[in-house]
Protein backbone atom coordinates (compact mmCIF):
# COMPACT_ATOMS: atom_id res chain seq x y z
CA UNK A 1 0.00 0.00 0.00
CA UNK A 2 1.33 3.16 -0.92
CA UNK A 3 0.78 6.18 0.66
CA UNK A 4 -1.62 7.59 -2.30
CA UNK A 5 -3.87 4.24 -0.87
CA UNK A 6 -4.30 5.86 2.47
CA UNK A 7 -5.91 9.33 1.46
CA UNK A 8 -9.84 9.42 0.93
CA UNK A 9 -10.86 9.99 -2.37
CA UNK A 10 -12.44 13.74 -2.97
CA UNK A 11 -11.76 14.80 -6.24
CA UNK A 12 -12.79 13.23 -9.96
CA UNK A 13 -10.86 14.14 -12.97
CA UNK A 14 -12.99 13.94 -16.37
CA UNK A 15 -10.81 14.36 -18.96
CA UNK A 16 -7.92 12.43 -20.55
CA UNK A 17 -4.53 12.34 -18.78
CA UNK A 18 -1.82 13.69 -21.19
CA UNK A 19 1.48 14.42 -20.13
CA UNK A 20 1.17 18.26 -19.53
CA UNK A 21 -1.53 17.02 -16.73
CA UNK A 22 0.67 14.36 -15.30
CA UNK A 23 3.50 17.04 -14.87
CA UNK A 24 0.58 19.72 -12.78
CA UNK A 25 -0.08 16.89 -10.71
CA UNK A 26 3.79 15.95 -9.84
CA UNK A 27 3.90 19.43 -9.10
CA UNK A 28 0.34 19.58 -6.87
CA UNK A 29 2.01 16.55 -5.04
CA UNK A 30 5.52 18.64 -4.60
CA UNK A 31 7.16 15.17 -5.62
CA UNK A 32 10.70 14.99 -7.99
CA UNK A 33 10.21 12.63 -10.89
CA UNK A 34 12.11 9.67 -9.46
CA UNK A 35 9.53 9.49 -6.82
CA UNK A 36 6.52 10.55 -8.22
CA UNK A 37 7.56 7.84 -10.78
CA UNK A 38 8.23 5.37 -7.44
CA UNK A 39 4.35 6.13 -6.18
CA UNK A 40 2.28 5.33 -9.86
CA UNK A 41 4.50 2.32 -10.36
CA UNK A 42 6.60 3.52 -13.85
CA UNK A 43 10.27 4.32 -14.65
CA UNK A 44 11.30 7.69 -14.39
CA UNK A 45 12.27 7.79 -18.08
CA UNK A 46 8.06 7.78 -18.54
CA UNK A 47 7.77 10.79 -16.26
CA UNK A 48 10.47 12.38 -18.20
CA UNK A 49 8.77 11.84 -21.19
CA UNK A 50 5.65 13.06 -20.37
CA UNK A 51 6.82 16.22 -19.13
CA UNK A 52 9.00 16.54 -23.05
CA UNK A 53 5.53 15.91 -24.64
CA UNK A 54 2.84 17.87 -22.90
CA UNK A 55 0.13 16.67 -25.51
CA UNK A 56 0.52 13.30 -25.38
CA UNK A 57 -2.15 11.17 -24.04
CA UNK A 58 -1.51 8.29 -21.61
CA UNK A 59 -1.79 4.71 -22.47
CA UNK A 60 -5.25 3.26 -20.81
CA UNK A 61 -3.49 1.50 -18.04
CA UNK A 62 -1.59 4.43 -16.70
CA UNK A 63 -4.76 6.78 -17.30
CA UNK A 64 -6.44 4.47 -14.14
CA UNK A 65 -3.36 5.20 -12.55
CA UNK A 66 -3.16 8.60 -12.79
CA UNK A 67 -7.30 8.92 -12.12
CA UNK A 68 -6.45 7.29 -8.71
CA UNK A 69 -3.71 9.59 -7.74
CA UNK A 70 -5.78 12.59 -8.44
CA UNK A 71 -8.98 11.50 -6.88
CA UNK A 72 -7.11 11.42 -3.58
CA UNK A 73 -5.80 15.09 -3.93
CA UNK A 74 -6.71 17.08 -0.65
CA UNK A 75 -7.86 20.97 -1.28
CA UNK A 76 -4.72 21.75 -1.11
CA UNK A 77 -2.96 20.34 -3.66
CA UNK A 78 -6.16 20.29 -6.22
CA UNK A 79 -5.73 24.02 -6.04
CA UNK A 80 -1.47 23.44 -6.67
CA UNK A 81 -2.93 21.29 -9.62
CA UNK A 82 -5.04 23.95 -11.02
CA UNK A 83 -2.65 26.83 -10.95
CA UNK A 84 -0.13 24.37 -12.10
CA UNK A 85 -2.26 23.67 -15.42
CA UNK A 86 -2.97 27.88 -15.64
CA UNK A 87 0.92 28.32 -15.90
CA UNK A 88 1.59 25.73 -18.32
CA UNK A 89 -0.73 27.05 -20.67
CA UNK A 90 0.72 30.42 -20.85
CA UNK A 91 0.86 31.82 -24.50
CA UNK A 92 4.30 33.14 -25.92
CA UNK A 93 2.90 33.92 -29.43
CA UNK A 94 -0.46 33.60 -30.56
CA UNK A 95 -1.71 31.26 -33.58
CA UNK A 96 -4.98 30.59 -35.03
CA UNK A 97 -5.15 27.76 -33.16
CA UNK A 98 -4.66 29.85 -29.77
CA UNK A 99 -7.38 32.10 -30.91
CA UNK A 100 -9.52 30.01 -30.97
CA UNK A 101 -8.94 27.90 -28.28
CA UNK A 102 -9.86 31.36 -26.25
CA UNK A 103 -12.63 31.21 -28.06
CA UNK A 104 -13.56 27.62 -27.07
CA UNK A 105 -12.68 28.72 -23.45
CA UNK A 106 -15.19 31.45 -23.62
CA UNK A 107 -17.70 29.30 -25.17
CA UNK A 108 -18.58 32.08 -27.67
CA UNK A 109 -19.74 31.70 -31.02
CA UNK A 110 -17.71 33.07 -34.20
CA UNK A 111 -19.89 36.79 -33.98
CA UNK A 112 -19.66 36.92 -30.43
CA UNK A 113 -15.97 36.65 -30.23
CA UNK A 114 -15.24 38.39 -33.73
CA UNK A 115 -17.45 41.51 -31.33
CA UNK A 116 -15.64 40.61 -28.33
CA UNK A 117 -12.22 41.25 -30.01
CA UNK A 118 -13.23 44.07 -32.31
CA UNK A 119 -12.61 42.10 -35.43
CA UNK A 120 -14.84 41.11 -38.57
CA UNK A 121 -16.42 37.54 -38.06
CA UNK A 122 -14.51 36.59 -41.45
CA UNK A 123 -10.90 36.93 -39.06
CA UNK A 124 -12.24 34.71 -36.81
CA UNK A 125 -12.63 31.93 -39.09
CA UNK A 126 -9.61 32.51 -41.17
CA UNK A 127 -7.91 31.69 -37.18
CA UNK A 128 -10.01 28.77 -37.59
CA UNK A 129 -9.63 27.87 -40.82
CA UNK A 130 -5.38 28.10 -40.51
CA UNK A 131 -4.46 27.26 -36.87
CA UNK A 132 -0.44 28.34 -37.64
CA UNK A 133 -1.23 31.93 -39.05
CA UNK A 134 -0.26 34.43 -36.48
CA UNK A 135 -2.40 37.71 -35.86
CA UNK A 136 -0.52 41.04 -36.13
CA UNK A 137 1.07 42.58 -32.94
CA UNK A 138 -1.84 44.95 -31.63
CA UNK A 139 -3.91 41.78 -31.96
CA UNK A 140 -1.19 39.17 -29.83
CA UNK A 141 -1.39 42.07 -27.20
CA UNK A 142 -5.37 41.77 -27.15
CA UNK A 143 -5.50 38.42 -27.28
CA UNK A 144 -2.55 39.22 -24.01
CA UNK A 145 -5.07 40.71 -22.66
CA UNK A 146 -8.23 39.01 -23.06
CA UNK A 147 -6.61 35.69 -21.93
CA UNK A 148 -5.17 37.59 -18.35
CA UNK A 149 -8.66 38.18 -17.90
CA UNK A 150 -10.10 34.75 -17.62
CA UNK A 151 -11.23 32.55 -15.01
CA UNK A 152 -9.44 29.64 -13.65
CA UNK A 153 -12.06 27.50 -15.40
CA UNK A 154 -12.01 29.00 -18.74
CA UNK A 155 -7.95 28.64 -18.45
CA UNK A 156 -8.67 24.92 -17.54
CA UNK A 157 -10.91 24.83 -20.59
CA UNK A 158 -8.50 26.79 -22.75
CA UNK A 159 -5.63 24.41 -22.45
CA UNK A 160 -8.08 21.40 -22.50
CA UNK A 161 -8.92 23.26 -26.19
CA UNK A 162 -5.17 23.32 -27.08
CA UNK A 163 -4.70 19.40 -26.30
CA UNK A 164 -7.10 18.46 -28.49
CA UNK A 165 -5.61 20.64 -31.31
CA UNK A 166 -2.40 19.69 -31.06
CA UNK A 167 -3.11 16.06 -30.71
CA UNK A 168 -5.49 16.64 -33.89
CA UNK A 169 -3.78 19.04 -36.39
CA UNK A 170 -7.11 19.31 -38.69
CA UNK A 171 -9.04 20.50 -35.40
CA UNK A 172 -10.36 23.77 -36.35
CA UNK A 173 -9.79 23.01 -40.94
CA UNK A 174 -11.69 22.34 -43.08
CA UNK A 175 -12.44 18.80 -43.58
CA UNK A 176 -10.28 16.79 -45.78
CA UNK A 177 -13.19 16.40 -48.60
CA UNK A 178 -12.80 20.27 -48.94
CA UNK A 179 -8.80 21.15 -48.69
CA UNK A 180 -7.44 20.89 -52.40
CA UNK A 181 -5.13 17.29 -52.66
CA UNK A 182 -3.69 18.53 -56.04
CA UNK A 183 -3.55 21.68 -57.69
CA UNK A 184 -2.71 21.01 -61.59
CA UNK A 185 -3.01 22.42 -65.40
CA UNK A 186 -4.87 21.71 -68.18
CA UNK A 187 -5.78 22.92 -71.84
CA UNK A 188 -9.40 22.99 -72.59
CA UNK A 189 -9.77 24.47 -76.47
CA UNK A 190 -6.29 25.50 -75.97
CA UNK A 191 -6.66 27.76 -73.35
CA UNK A 192 -4.70 27.10 -70.25
CA UNK A 193 -7.34 26.34 -66.96
CA UNK A 194 -6.52 25.74 -63.09
CA UNK A 195 -7.50 22.46 -62.05
CA UNK A 196 -7.78 21.78 -58.49
CA UNK A 197 -8.64 18.00 -57.32
CA UNK A 198 -9.46 17.66 -53.64
CA UNK A 199 -9.01 14.83 -51.36
CA UNK A 200 -12.52 13.95 -51.33
CA UNK A 201 -12.68 13.46 -55.45
CA UNK A 202 -13.93 16.40 -56.04
CA UNK A 203 -12.09 18.56 -58.95
CA UNK A 204 -13.27 22.04 -60.36
CA UNK A 205 -11.90 23.89 -63.18
CA UNK A 206 -10.67 27.40 -63.77
CA UNK A 207 -10.45 29.81 -66.34
CA UNK A 208 -7.13 32.26 -66.15
CA UNK A 209 -9.43 34.94 -64.92
CA UNK A 210 -11.38 32.76 -62.19
CA UNK A 211 -7.73 31.54 -61.24
CA UNK A 212 -6.45 35.58 -61.02
CA UNK A 213 -9.39 36.15 -58.81
CA UNK A 214 -9.28 33.00 -56.48
CA UNK A 215 -5.65 34.38 -55.97
CA UNK A 216 -6.68 37.82 -55.07
CA UNK A 217 -9.04 36.80 -52.71
CA UNK A 218 -6.63 33.93 -51.11
CA UNK A 219 -4.37 37.36 -50.19
CA UNK A 220 -7.03 39.88 -49.24
CA UNK A 221 -8.40 36.33 -46.82
CA UNK A 222 -4.70 36.31 -45.34
CA UNK A 223 -4.48 40.12 -45.05
CA UNK A 224 -7.80 39.88 -42.63
CA UNK A 225 -6.49 37.14 -41.15
CA UNK A 226 -3.22 38.87 -39.47
CA UNK A 227 -5.49 41.63 -38.41
Known sequence: MTALDERPEVRVMEDEWTGRRAEALRYALRMSQTTFAEILGVSPRAI?????????????????????AYARLDAAEVARFRSALVKMSSVITW????????????????????????????TVAYWHANPHAQPRPEMQRALDTLYERLTEDQRIRFTHAIDQAEADPETGQESASTMPGFVGLSFVGGEPHMVITFDGGRRITLTTDESLQLAQAMIRAAEVGRG
Open 48 to 68: AKWASKPSMVLNLETQRIMDT
Open 95 to 122: TGRHAAAVQRALRMTHDEFAEHMGVGRR
